[in-house]
């Protein structure tokens, strides 16, 4: 899709309190676009629109739209909005986040870090690789980084580094030079209906990656070495624990405030070497997994080695990505992303390993009843390694679905092939006065999910 834009355009999005239009709004304004936008809501997103001087309204009508020239919409967006009937009405252009975003970026060298799970983790990393080597890449992330407090930068140099969202299918316009696949997984059924469509999607996305670039895939992932098996050019190297990697990850250390490891770098007609001790402020091996992928891009480009491990260790981390919160009671709070069963089993097995004797806690917020009926019976057994769980109301999102069972019956379901003990809690002030009651000593609590869950977790020591 050509989308041509002159500078005198005036661009309205809707939705633009998303992570990814914020971010995306950000990068535009930066590059001198007249950008506005609306939401349901203020949020954090919001205030640091508003800072960057990103004319916002709250609520959407048509007046909104009143001068604009161009509508971007985020995949939430229903036909039914009263911005997008406006539009049409006018027959203005309309285009998706992900179309504009792949014509902002066509004219750069990108970085695309596609996958289910650990893709802006993995994002951060390469950016922050990028930028200790003074490349000064543009970012857009679906997740904000500490080291400036913003999902997107605007970089001076001709490099970005971006992370793409399969959710709906809009990564595939995405231009990449370099593109990374953590792991593809049973995510976004609502969309794709099957995993096969996912897989063929992923197969078209590494296809487009030029012969001056390359792939850089995962091959711990079962469904990675699935869509593999069907490249037809080889473009790509490998990355992971299974021996078979051109990055091998070797001689792990996991400890509460840091991991570390070596990458052995076995690439064809290259000298076999290695990058050792490097170390990263993350835990879990799905964290270490996510590093090697941005280390591997890095020496690939041709950034040193001295610079990969430096950037590495001085990591400043993601916002929402097991992030000590407060302690009360000697209980040590946490606020984490994980919503999908990958996620939470990846999380739990990476903080067991580093707190041997403490008890887990998690305070769960399932989000979308969509993710819910599809993942039941994964959901059920994500919890091993928890001690207890306390389950929150599900995150609608916007979702109008009926869920099909008791939650009640899934609370119980999760108690059985967990082997936890769950708690079932109806909003935030029944989940503190919970806290109140029930959690006290040397225990973790891990405030788990997608949606409000974050804020509750946040608002917990004043309701305390």
Request: net charge positive; hydrophobic share 40%.
């Amino acid at each position: 899709m050509k989308i041509d834009l002159a500078k005198n355009e005036k661009i309205h999005f809707v939705g633009i309190g998303g992570i990814g239009m914020s971010g995306l709004a950000l990068i535009m304004k930066g590059m001198g676009f007249n950008i506005q936008g609306s939401d349901i809501s203020l949020n954090k997103n919001i205030e640091r629109l508003k800072k960057n001087k990103i004319k916002i309204s709250i609520g959407h009508r048509k007046k909104h739209i009143k001068n604009v020239t161009i509508l971007v919409i985020s995949s939430a967006i229903k036909n039914n909005n009263p911005e997008v009937i406006e539009a049409k009405r006018k027959a203005l252009p309309i285009y998706k986040r992900g179309d504009m975003l792949a014509h902002i970026v066509s004219l750069t060298k990108n970085v695309v870090v596609a996958g289910s799970h650990g893709k802006t983790t993995t994002t951060s990393l390469v950016a922050s690789i990028f930028s200790k080597a003074k490349i000064d890449p543009t970012i857009i992330n679906g997740g904000v980084l500490n080291s400036f407090n913003n999902s997107a930068k605007l970089g001076r140099s001709n490099w970005c580094i971006l992370e793409s969202d399969e959710s709906d299918g809009s990564f595939i316009k995405v231009p990449p030079t370099y593109s990374i696949i953590t792991n593809v997984d049973r995510e976004h059924m609502d969309y794709y209906k099957s995993v096969e469509n996912l897989k063929r999607l992923f197969l078209k996305f590494l296809e487009k990656v030029p012969s001056f670039g390359k792939s850089f895939i995962c091959i711990d992932d079962k469904n990675n070495n699935e869509i593999i098996k069907n490249i037809k050019i080889k473009n790509y190297y490998t990355y992971g624990t299974n021996k078979k990697s051109n990055f091998l990850i070797k001689n792990i250390s996991q400890y509460r405030e840091f991991s570390v490891f070596d990458i052995n770098i076995k690439l064809p007609g290259k000298k076999f070497s290695t990058i050792k001790n490097v170390q990263i402020p993350l835990l879990g091996l799905h964290n270490i997994r996510n590093a090697t992928a941005a280390a591997a891009v890095a020496i690939t480009v041709g950034i040193s080695k001295k610079i990969i491990v430096q950037a590495l260790k001085e990591f400043k981390g993601v916002q929402r990505r097991f992030n000590k919160i407060f302690t009360y009671r000697k209980t040590v709070f946490f606020d984490d992303y994980a919503h999908h069963p990958t996620e939470i089993e990846e999380v739990l097995k990476g903080v067991k390993h580093a707190y041997k004797n403490q008890e887990i806690i998690c305070a769960f917020q399932p989000h979308r009843i969509s993710r819910v009926k599809d993942l039941k019976e994964e959901f059920s057994y994500a919890f091993k390694k928890a001690d207890s769980v306390i389950l929150c109301p599900i995150y609608s999102a916007g979702e109008k679905l009926k869920l099909g069972f008791s939650y009640a019956n899934f609370a119980k379901i999760i108690m059985k092939n967990s082997k936890v003990k769950v708690f079932l809690v109806n909003d935030q002030y029944e989940l503190s006065k919970f806290i109140k009651q029930s959690i006290y000593g040397n225990k973790i609590l891990i405030g788990m999910g997608a949606g409000s869950i974050s804020s509750w977790i946040k608002q917990l020591p004043s309701l305390l």
